[in-house]
């Protein structure tokens, strides 16, 4: 049978989501746990996607098999018996035999967090603590400027070869929290996000918040197909994967 699970994890005590020799990741610690529920017999998870060390996830996805039919509410309540505490499975489907948590997917939302105010050691580990003013305004235009189909290999890894560097962002935004005004998010949803994609487009945007560049240069910046236009990356730590759709 294959299963769909929707889990949420606290990425700061752990090296990234992919399973690595000798490393604490998340994968390795949610296939661990599967393993023992199916009499040691080793089970595999396929995420939507990986996220970086100190990267944290609100409804990430990920399918498995499992040799016998479980029950789906006691097959959540076991894997949250025995998972960490730092890591949640929210819900348990049953999904089609040609389904595929990555593959399947049409869209993936991820959040940024940023703090202009007063360093706060308490959330160190879950938002940006920028600590100084930005220009809102400025970043919300540049934001606008990379809704719909770019070539975004100016924000991607250095080293990362692909196909096609050429992704749709359905929806760029700033949300400002009502209940602080030093606090803001920054949300993009999109067909695809490539390594450190977001945590780039947060640094430029950051650059242009500090008035070193103009939003319209990040059209430039698209166009030079060149990650050493686009300038530095921003923490993992204030980045959430917030979602992932499928039809």
Same mark, same amino acid.
């Given at each position: 049978?294959?299963?769909?699970?929707?889990?949420?994890?606290?990425?700061?005590?752990?090296?990234?989501?992919?399973?690595?020799?000798?490393?604490?990741?998340?994968?390795?610690?949610?296939?661990?746990?599967?393993?023992?529920?199916?009499?040691?017999?080793?089970?595999?998870?396929?995420?939507?996607?990986?996220?970086? &060390?100190?990267?944290?996830?609100?409804?990430?996805?990920?399918?498995?098999?499992?040799?016998?039919?479980?029950?789906?509410?006691?097959?959540?309540?076991?894997?949250?018996?025995?998972?960490?505490?730092?890591?949640?499975?929210?819900?348990?489907?049953?999904?089609?035999?040609?389904?595929?948590?990555? #593959?399947?997917?049409?869209?993936?939302?991820?959040?940024?967090?940023?703090?202009?105010?007063?360093?706060?050691?308490?959330?160190?580990?879950?938002?940006?603590?920028?600590? &100084?003013?930005?220009?809102? &305004?400025?970043?919300?235009?540049?934001?606008? =400027?990379?809704?719909?189909?770019?070539?975004?290999?100016? #924000?991607?890894?250095?080293?990362?070869?692909?196909?096609?560097?050429?992704?749709?962002?359905?929806? &760029?935004?700033?949300?400002?929290?009502?209940?602080?005004?030093?606090?803001?998010?920054?949300?993009?949803?999109?067909?695809?996000?490539?390594?450190?994609?977001?945590?780039?487009?947060?640094? #430029?945007?950051?650059?242009?918040?500090?008035?070193?560049?103009?939003?319209?240069?990040?059209?430039?910046?698209?166009?030079?197909?060149?990650?050493?236009?686009?300038?530095?990356?921003?923490?993992?730590?204030?980045?959430?994967? =917030?979602?992932? #759709?499928?039809?």
């Amino acid at each position: 049978m294959k299963y769909l699970i929707t889990f949420s994890y606290d990425g700061s005590k752990y090296k990234g989501y992919q399973k690595q020799p000798r490393l604490k990741t998340v994968q390795s610690e949610v296939e661990k746990v599967l393993t023992k529920m199916n009499s040691e017999k080793k089970v595999s998870i396929s995420a939507s996607g990986r996220t970086d &060390a100190g990267v944290h996830a609100i409804r990430q996805k990920a399918h498995f098999e499992l040799e016998k039919e479980w029950d789906l509410d006691r097959l959540k309540m076991s894997m949250n018996k025995l998972l960490p505490k730092d890591i949640h499975v929210s819900k348990v489907e049953l999904v089609e035999d040609d389904f595929h948590a990555r #593959f399947s997917a049409t869209a993936k939302e991820y959040h940024y967090e940023i703090n202009m105010g007063e360093y706060n050691p308490i959330e160190v580990d879950y938002v940006y603590q920028y600590n &100084a003013p930005l220009n809102l &305004a400025e970043m919300e235009r540049a934001l606008k =400027y990379i809704e719909g189909t770019h070539n975004f290999k100016s #924000f991607t890894k250095v080293d990362e070869e692909k196909e096609t560097y050429v992704r749709t962002i359905y929806s &760029a935004d700033l949300i400002r929290d009502r209940g602080d005004i030093n606090r803001f998010t920054i949300v993009l949803v999109g067909s695809g996000f490539m390594r450190y994609m977001v945590r780039n487009i947060v640094g #430029f945007l950051i650059e242009i918040g500090e008035g070193k560049r103009k939003s319209k240069d990040i059209l430039t910046v698209l166009k030079k197909e060149d990650r050493q236009e686009a300038g530095k990356t921003a923490p993992a730590n204030g980045l959430y994967l =917030y979602d992932v #759709f499928y039809k």
